[in-house]
């Protein structure tokens, strides 16, 4: 139910013309000339008096007769004007529909008085507010029920809320809105008695909520002024000229005032209250504007704002969507009489300038529409030019009943005012406006909602008297009674409406019987069937009852579960941190452990080390001593041996002067060193190279081991060069002798000292480390050749030897390069040097120190490697022992 002015509310199709009724007021004094007749309800005469300009036009009297809805004339009642005219739109109201009534004419017409009345003889607007409050009593809401949103709408709040904002509007008056009068002065217009319209409309829902409220506003110059709103006051300069407001558009496209205040009110009396404060401060207003009140347009709205019951029928129903505000706009327009007759200047000229332009928009505007709808013409309606025409756009547009009372002063002197206000009038009648949609009001409750809940309140037949009345609601009544006050002896129109209007009635109670007979046999129906289903559900309902149940167990046992898992979550999650802690302990001590044996295994290495370095020095020592010892035997025993084997010589000689011939000369086959140039004083081994061929066959030889002689080797291989060779003889199959080497070979000192010969076999690793002997002059070879032998005084084989643990071990031999008698080389070894290098992956690390299988490997490897021609081998091989002054 969405009330209000909304633009779905019209319906394609169904307009109804503004309705314009004629009221002509009695002349102030009956011997004035009389210009206006009525002629009939519908007709009136305007004729024009001699001194008019029409007559002085047109150089003759013409009678005008303008016809319009109805035609009151001067002795129509205040009652009969309000019933045939404003009654059926505080209906429609009602029926929450909107309504918009203008009165229009010259000055002293009658607007005022037709739209206010006197306290005794009340206009439209009282009527209308008595109308109203005499249909909705016992089923108004409570004050604050309904709350203006502050933007043209309402909200609806519960009873204990409003109940509330009373209680504090009482304690604080004056809050928020502006407080309501309260003094009741029942029966009084002003300070006068008033006899209030004892009219009762029967199209009030009493399942639905009402409340009233009301605003009152003046457009003047084209400025909108709130006429109840507070005036600023001066002490000095007394009230200052009022705010003027703007016009805005709501959620609804509806225009409103902004920030206009709106009073709820709850009975005619409060309304008057603000209407006469209203009129007061318009009066006010007026002075500090410097205007007059008949320039300018007073607009009084009543807006109704009605909402369902809830379905027990106690209270509103809290749906804001639910709210249905339907709102009349009774408007008193300012005098329409044009500018040269105000004859007056300055300010008054502008004021009655703009009076006749708001009139004139307004004209303007009903005159297009009405050329719109003649010609199908899609003109735009120039609702802006003026205040009073853009604050009633809506009801042009279709959302409101427009309905005008033009007022006429039958006054002579007023005819050719007169004239263009009827011509005006009875134009506007042609302007068809939109019907708007009747609102439904079912929203799918009980009907009857507040009458069952009196019921259950007052249950004992005491409670029902003492209750309050609530009005009888005839459904069928329609609407209500046409005005039947016979206006005149010669009314032919008032009866024969009563009498349609009757029969239209009869007509439509018996349909409304008929459809009520449908209607309870419907209901009857479904009554039953609404128990059957009832039954129905009520044994599903069991089921499921016993379903739910059954859930509800089964969701206690899964909580249950849930919980004790949650516990054992909980006591692992303890038992993981525990364990987490115990690891972490266990890891450091680890940690500890290892550094330990780190610094546990460095220490015995340093000891280690420590005691090899002290049995190397001693051992070196022992050697040193050893070797003196032996050069000081072989000094005293080699005299010995040089003077046997001389005498030895000599005898052999002189055996030998006898066979000359027979007997080879002893210095082709023997070389007799000289003790000095002997490498006994150097311990070393002694080979000889001689030739490649050599090499290879002594190479190719199986080497025997020895581990026996340590020291000493030297001499023995002296010994052993001394041993006089084999004769040579034909049979390629003995070996040849060792040719011996020439121990007095000395290389001259001249030649730059000496000349090494660096054999690295190829395969060898570079080693960059600190064994890098230092030598000035050297040639280095991969491979041996007897020529490189002969220029080298010294010689030099590097041998490199990896273990099954990838322990590299390199060993660098050193010897002095001898010529041989036989025109070939021999290398006295002197000195070897070790470096073994331990891989970091070896797990066990091996001892710097020579061990005896290194010794055997190596020797034979480099036995086979050196492979240097090599005379008397099986010597060689005995000698081929590492040499004690063996260094890592
Ligand atoms: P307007 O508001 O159009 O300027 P008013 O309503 O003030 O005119 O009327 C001017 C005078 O005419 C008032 O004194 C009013 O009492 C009187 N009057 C107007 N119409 C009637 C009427 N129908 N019956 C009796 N007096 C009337
Ligand atoms: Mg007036």
Known sequence: MKPQRGKNSKKKGEVDPVEVYCRVRPLDN?????????????????????????VARNGQIKEYQFTFQYVFDEYTSQKAVFDYVACPLVDDLLRGKNGLLFTYGITSSGKTYTMTGSPKDQGVLPRCLDVLFNSISGVQAKKYVFKSDKMNGFEVQSEADAMMERQKRDIMPGITTPKTPTTHRRGNFGDQERISDP?????????NQYAVFVSYIEIYNNYVYDLLEELPYDPITGYKPPQTKILRTDSSDCMYVMNCVEVEITSPEEAFEVLFKGQKRRKVAHTALNAESSRSHSIFNIRLVQAPLDPRGEEVLQDPDKICVSQLSLVDLAGSERTHRTKNAGDRLKEAGNINQSLMALRNCIEILRDNQKNSSNKMVPYRDSKLTHLFKNYFDGEGKVRMIVCVNPKG????????????????????????????????????????????????????????????????????????????SSDDIVLPQLEKFLVERQKRREALQLDLDRQNDEFRAQLVEFERNYEQAIIQNDELQQRVE????????????????????????????????????????????????????????????????????????????LEKERQKIEQDYGGQIWEKQHKLNMLRNIVNEGDSDAMPAPQETFRTPAPKTRTHTTPGKLLSARSENDMRKIGNTPTPRSRTATTGTSLSAARANLKPTPRSTSNSNTPKPTPAYNPRHRRSRSSNAEIWLDHRPQGNVELDTVLQPKIKKKKSVSKLEVKDTKEASKYMLTHQDMDSEDNLTTKIYKGECLPTAGGGTAVVFNDVETLTQTSPGSRKRRSSCPQPQD??????????????????????????????????
Not at 40 to 54: G, K, W
Not at 601 to 615: C, H, Q, V
Not at 855 to 883: M, Q
């Open 855 to 888: 010794f055997e490997g190596d020797w034979t490897d480099v036995e086979d490697r050196c492979n240097v021609g090599i005379e008397g081998h099986g010597n060689a091989r005995k000698r081929s022992k590492p040499l004690p002054g063996t260094r890592v």
């Open 199 to 207: 009219t009762i409309l029967s199209s009030v829902d009493d399942d």
């Open 30 to 54: 009956p011997d004035d000339n009389c210009c206006v007749k009525p002629l009939s309800t519908t007709l009136v005469q305007l004729i024009p008096p001699e001194n008019s300009l029409a």
């Open 550 to 625: 059954k859930s509800e167990s089964y969701v206690q046992k899964l909580e249950s579960r849930i919980r004790s898992l949650e516990r054992r979550m909980e006591e692992n999650s303890r038992n993981y941190k525990e364990s987490e802690k115990q690891k972490r302990e266990l890891e450091a001590m680890i940690q500890d452990k290892e550094v330990k044996i780190r610094q546990e295994k460095s220490e015995k290495e340093r000891l280690r080390n420590d005691f090899k370095t002290r049995l190397d020095m001693n051992n070196q020592h022992w050697e040193r001593n």
């Open 413 to 488: 002197d007023e005819f050719d005012e007169t004239i263009h206000v009827m011509k005006f009038a009875e134009l506007s009648q042609e302007v068809l406006i939109a019907r708007q949609q009747q609102v439904r009001f079912d929203i799918g409750l009980t009907p009857g909602r507040r009458k069952m809940n009196y019921k259950e309140k007052f249950k004992s037949e005491d409670d029902l008297c003492t209750a309050p009345k609530v009005p009888a609601f005839d459904f069928s009544l329609g609407p209500g009674f046409p005005p039947f006050e016979l206006l005149r």
